[in-house]
């Protein structure tokens, strides 16, 4: 993979490490049994792991319809299934932390890993909820990890309303929990500024897609 990244003048630490969670993150509660936590730079020394998860690591270009065309899904994806070793061992620290502050809410483990790669401002997601799965009808949470160029998660209710806007950095954590992939949308919108390539992890549990 050939995208331009410039290592972070700001994320100096040499080896990837986790920060602890417990106190430290933030629970925003949004409407109708929504919820969001934030922790800014959650991963200090992420600039390794992004190095990592830019390399070959089975990068697919996927396409859908619309309509009556196929178009091309505007950002790169690779799916880790249960047991599947993670392209770089924070990851699996990382899935390892969640569990453990996680399990007492969530009742179960964080088991997929779906990787976005968003090479640059025109790559986006659009508005949707994770309702594929068991998401469609059960409350559950979903933790994304990001890594690299800042984007932010847009988020707004089902049915209209006012929205938030969780600005997403180098090392950043966001968990969308409760009723938020039936009640809530959200997106990475895309951008005109010049902005590098972006990945995002996201850790859920079995069934939930
Ligand atoms: O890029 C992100 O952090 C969000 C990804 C997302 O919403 C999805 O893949 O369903």
């Given at each position: 993979m050939t995208l331009g990244h410039q290592p972070s003048m700001f994320d100096v630490a040499e080896e990837a490490a986790l920060t602890p969670l417990r106190g430290r993150v933030r629970r925003h509660v949004?409407?109708?049994?929504?919820?969001?936590?934030?922790l800014p730079g959650w991963v200090t020394g992420s600039d390794e792991v992004l190095e990592a998860l830019l390399g070959d690591i089975g990068w697919r270009a996927d396409r859908r319809q619309?309509?009556?065309r196929e178009v091309a899904v505007p950002r790169l994806l690779r799916w880790y299934g249960r047991g599947e070793v993670?392209?770089?061992?924070?990851?699996?620290?990382?899935?390892?932390?969640?569990?453990?502050?996680y399990a007492p809410?969530?009742?179960?483990?964080?088991?997929t890993a779906g990787m976005c790669l968003y090479r640059d401002g025109r790559d986006s997601?659009?508005?949707?909820?994770?309702?594929?799965?068991r998401s469609r009808t059960e409350d559950t949470m979903v933790a994304i990890v990001s890594f690299g160029s800042p984007r932010p998660l847009?988020?707004?209710p089902v049915g209209g309303g006012e929205g938030r806007r969780f600005p997403l950095g180098h090392g950043d954590l966001v968990v969308m929990g409760g009723s938020c992939q039936r009640t809530?949308?959200?997106?990475?919108?895309?951008?005109?500024?010049?902005?590098?390539?972006?990945i995002s992890?996201?850790?859920r549990p079995a069934g939930v897609a």
């Open positions: 949004l409407s109708r049994g929504a919820w969001v936590d934030h619309m309509y009556d993670l392209p770089h061992p924070l990851l699996a620290e990382a899935r390892t932390a969640l569990d453990a502050h809410e969530l009742g179960e483990p964080f088991v997601v659009a508005w949707h909820g994770d309702r594929l799965g847009l988020l707004r809530w949308e959200h997106c990475i919108p895309k951008t005109t500024r010049r902005v590098g390539p972006r992890v996201q850790f």
